[in-house]
T-cell receptor, first 112, second 111 residues
Framework: NAGVTQTPKFQVLKTGQSMTLQCAQD?????MSWYRQDPGMGLRLIHY???????DQGEVPNGYNVSRSTTEDFPLRLLSAAPSQTSVYFC???????????FGPGTRLTVL | AQRVTQPEKLLSVFKGAPVELKCNYS??????LFWYVQYSRQRLQLLLR??SRESIKGFTADLNKGETSFHLKKPFAQEEDSAMYYC?????????????FGAGTRLAVHP
């Protein structure tokens, strides 16, 4: 199993550009989440999904959209990138009833 | 409010010295607490959880409900322990348990 995969690994955007961060998992996990990691702030939950077709907001959802059309994929969309969205983004998955989150390798995003 | 506090951004020790990474939490109810670790160029992974009361890589953590703490300890640090450590709290929101992370502590073990 590849586990949780994320693409791209690195991305540089200009302010106002849009893009999609991809996340996929092959463990048949129902729950998937997106976090952003910023120095001194730990990991903060952006959006999460408890199953295909179901998404909800986390702590810091503004500026981000998600969808979950399949169990495997959970893309994160930045509609109009801002410098405040410069961060490292982690996707994670797990099954209900378990607490162990499996994390992807991260995407380092810079918005100029 | 649910919150996890890790007061130290950086903890620097010499090899063989004892290590204690501090974690305090705020939660109304019975908390489930975890330590996650991120080694250089690796993804974040679970180190240990309080309910299992296990020792992983020589690390232990005891939940102290009176002091609302879950400090991570190791009696003799090794260079390979150098990493970023995150304390996390599992907090329920509806039917979904959100993981709330602290800001993290970077452990640097020097030879």
């Amino acid at each position: 199993n590849a586990g949780v995969t994320q693409t791209p690994k690195f991305q540089v955007l200009k302010t106002g550009q849009s893009m999609t961060l991809q996340c996929a998992q092959d463990m048949n996990h129902e729950y998937m989440s997106w976090y952003r990691q910023d120095p001194g702030m730990g990991l903060r939950l952006i959006h999460y999904s408890v199953g295909a077709g179901i998404t909800d907001q986390g702590e810091v959802p503004n500026g981000y959209n998600v969808s979950r059309s399949t169990t495997e994929d959970f893309p994160l969309r930045l509609l109009s990138a801002a410098p405040s969205q410069t961060s490292v983004y982690f996707c994670a998955s797990r099954n209900p009833g378990t607490d162990t989150q499996y994390f992807g390798p991260g995407t380092r995003l810079t918005v100029l | 409010a649910q919150r996890v506090t890790q007061p130290e951004k950086l903890l620097s020790v010499f090899k063989g010295a004892p290590v204690e990474l501090k974690c305090n939490y705020s939660y109304s109810g019975s908390p489930e607490l975890f330590w996650y670790v991120q080694y250089s160029r690796q993804r974040l992974q679970l180190l240990l959880r309080h309910i299992s009361r296990e020792s992983i890589k020589g690390f232990t953590a005891d939940l102290n409900k009176g002091e609302t703490s879950f400090h991570l300890k190791k009696p003799f640090a090794q260079e390979e322990d150098s990493a970023m450590y995150y304390c996390a709290l599992s907090g329920r929101s509806g039917g979904y348990n959100k993981l709330i992370f602290g800001a993290g502590t970077r452990l640097a073990v020097h030879p």
